[in-house]
């Protein structure tokens, strides 16, 4: 038998390529060597976030207790919240594959490799079997990366994978890399006790986002007593005596009870038959044309082409190359502007142009903020910290940026936004429920603008 479309890999751009491509009455067989769902269901966003909101409450009782309204303890039971995550990843995974049943989607759970023309080998422990194609899509993620001397052991040294399965959260905690895994699970740790460091070789947190963001969260950061080192490099990092010992390139050492490395994600493309296919491949990312082709029908979306690491840019992705499989659409692929959140609390929020990235061009850029401060729900919240900024581009909105209490609920009407290019005249035609969280962002839209040095 050979079918429409095999695609390797069951994360969210491998899942819903599947589903999408099944639905428009391809036949489709879907390859996973370990769990659907994928990084983002079982070792990412979904079990950080059940963390995040399990936690929740206890930086919420934080603030109302500042504002001498509230006391008491919220207490976590991490045991129990570790079975319950992972009751929840099981249960999800059960209905995934009840919808893969349901559309009559083939999965063969093992490795899949590129095996000549039209080909893929499926390996388990004892079988290889061989299906045809089509058409291929290789949606195979990606996986934690370590530099030299900062890979884990599984003991005191972890990378997010093993940060998620542990069964007590340590007492202190030092984290290697101040992006957005790293804080996200910091912040976990912070609410259940843990004394955080946070190192990284960059000048300032969350490097990828606007600095005005990342000099709020080094405030919060600090408030919260974490010990922030940037513009170190470390050397290595152990464990002696069941403790981890880190040592800088000073020679300065550190201890701490675990240590977890997030300084990033590189695609996993290795031994998959890619280069005999005639795939090119740079840093581990392959390679595409404007279609989000690799080579003839054979399609690659999203970490492992690299473009970025998101699962809604992945799913995003997999919609076109569904829909062109399919014969839907015959032109190239456009993302259109991508949403990004740091959760917790604070939260950050991004989507279109940062102010720095305009200036660098010939465009006019202008900028209008709010305060968090002004707003009837961040002060109900007792969470006041924080700031919503617009960057707009000849009249236009091209970017919104935001850090502070639930700044992530303004992600979608931001993204609507800046897609379609709002002027003030749009913004004037839309009216925003009171008191809410959005008119922060309704009034950074009508703040002066200023233009951007």
């Known amino acids: ?117 039209g080909q893929v080998e499926v390996r388990t422990s004892g079988d290889v079997k061989t299906l045809e194609y089509k058409n291929l899509v290789i ?87 974490w010990d922030v080192q940037l513009e170190k490099r470390v050397s290595g990092v152990k464990t002696v005596d069941n403790k981890v010992v880190l040592t800088f390139d000073s020679g300065e050492k550190i201890e701490a009870d675990k240590a977890l490395i997030a300084v990033g994600r590189g695609p996993v493309s290795a031994d998959l038959g890619l280069e005999e296919a005639g795939i090119k491949l740079q840093f581990g990312q ?61 939260e950050v929020m991004r989507v279109g142009r940062l102010e720095n990235e305009i200036l660098l061009t010939d465009e006019e850029c202008e900028v209008s903020r709010s305060q968090l401060a002004a707003n009837p729900m961040a002060q109900a919240h007792a969470a006041t910290q924080g700031f919503v900024k617009v960057i707009w581009s000849n009249g236009r909105i091209a970017g919104v940026t935001a850090v502070g209490h639930d700044v992530s609920r303004l992600t979608t009407p931001a993204t609507i936004m800046v897609q379609q290019g709002w002027t003030i005249e749009d913004v004037h035609k839309t009216i925003f429920p009171h008191p809410s969280l959005d008119e922060a962002l309704l009034n950074a839209l009508k703040a002066e603008k200023v233009k951007a040095e």
Request: proline share 5%.
């Open 1 to 117: 038998m050979t079918y429409d479309l095999i695609v390797i890999g069951a994360g969210p751009g491998g899942f819903d390529a599947a589903v999408e491509a099944a639905g428009f009455g391809l036949k489709v067989a879907l390859i996973e060597k370990q769990f659907l769902g994928g990084t983002c269901l079982n070792r990412g966003c979904i079990p950080t976030k059940l963390w995040l909101g399990a936690t929740s409450a206890i930086e919420e009782l934080h603030n109302q207790a500042k504002m001498k309204v509230a006391s008491g303890d919220v207490t976590v039971d991490f045991s129990s919240l570790q079975a319950r995550t992972q009751k929840h990843l099981t249960g999800t995974r059960k209905a995934m594959a009840m919808q893969l049943k349901k559309l009559d989607i083939d999965l063969f759970e093992g490795f899949g490799k590129l095996a000549g023309d």
């Open 139 to 225: 949606a195979t993620g990606s996986k934690p990366i370590f530099f030299p001397g900062l890979e884990p052991d599984g003991d005191c040294v972890l990378d997010s994978d093993m940060f998620l399965t542990m069964k007590t959260m340590p007492a202190s905690l030092i984290v290697v890399g101040a992006g957005f895994i790293g804080l996200e699970m910091a912040q976990v740790a912070h609410r259940l006790g843990t004394k955080i460091t946070v190192i990284d070789a960059m000048d300032r947190v969350a490097p990828l986002e606007d600095p005005e963001v990342s000099k709020t969260l080094r405030s919060v950061f600090k408030r919260w007593k």
């Open 286 to 346: 392959i390679q595409v044309n404007e279609n989000l082709e690799a080579a003839p029908n054979i399609y690659a979306i999203g970490d492992a082409n690299g473009h970025i690491q998101l699962a809604h840019a992945a799913s995003h992705q997999a919609h076109y190359v569904a829909s062109r499989v399919a014969g839907r659409i015959d032109t190239s692929y456009e993302s259109g502007p991508v949403p990004s959140v740091l959760y917790g609390a604070p």
